[in-house]
Each structure stands twice: as C-alpha cells, then as structure tokens.
C-alpha cells in the first residue's frame, strides 16, 4: 500500500487518481469525488475523498482501495477528523491492506471484513442532499448579502 511523506504527496496522488481512474468509478461517484477533490482545505480534501471511496468501496479498483488505505494512514497519522480515536483510520488502513492481499507484518492477522468501521452515512451514495459539499461550494452557493 502506497505511503505519503507530505501533505503534497497525498494531494498529489488525489489529482493523479482523478486523471488516471475517474472513469473507472460509477458515474454518480464521479461527481462527488470531483467535489472532494476540489476542497480547498488539504485536510478535508484528504479525509474527504478517504471516507467517500471508502463509503461506497464496494466494487471499487485496487488503485482506489490502495489510495484509500494510503490517505487513511497519512491521515490518522496526523490526527485528522477524528481518525486516530477508536482506531478508525488504522482500522481502514487494515482493510484495505487485507483487499488488497498484502502481507501483514508476522504475529498480524487480517481484520474479518465484519469488524471493518462503518461507512460515514453523509459519504454513502444517497440523494445529493446527503452528500456535504466542500466549503468553498457551500459558500458559492450561499444567498449573497447584496440580493
């Protein structure tokens, strides 16, 4: 499973997902992660575009599950949204290593895919309504004061 050194790394391996793999999401995954994509804050860009592959991982490419279990890492290691509290992020990390059929390290046995966190709901593909919206969209989409 890839690693990311940087913050630039993982946004990096983001923006070469979407120009090498979009295509291979479904059509209704396209849209969303090209909105988590264009966060403006690296750390919901990252934590983002992790939950939402991983919301709806069923079906997905080993270059998803891979990036995936890389941003999760990254992130947990760096303490973002929450990911380090009850092992969620390493949890991922885990899962998508054990998709993937990597080894794990001797003494290590893979997660059974029924103690795999939960999906966030807010990520699982629903009515648009259910999807949250990269702030900058949010704030384009907000009634100006002037009107």
Known sequence: ?????????????IMDFRADHLKDLPEE?????????????PVDQIVGVMELLYANKEGLSNEAKDLIG?????ATVNAWHGLAEDERGSKIVQAMSRDLGEKLIPGFKAPKPEADPAAKD???????????????QVAAEAPSAEA
């Open 1 to 13: 499973m890839r690693t990311f050194d940087t913050i630039t790394d993982a946004r990096e391996a």
């Open 29 to 41: 995954l396209q849209a969303k992660f090209k909105a988590q994509a264009a966060s403006p804050s």
């Open 70 to 74: 890389g941003l999760a890492a990254f």
């Open 122 to 136: 807010q990520y699982v593909l629903k009515d648009e309504e259910q999807m949250p919206l990269p702030q900058a």
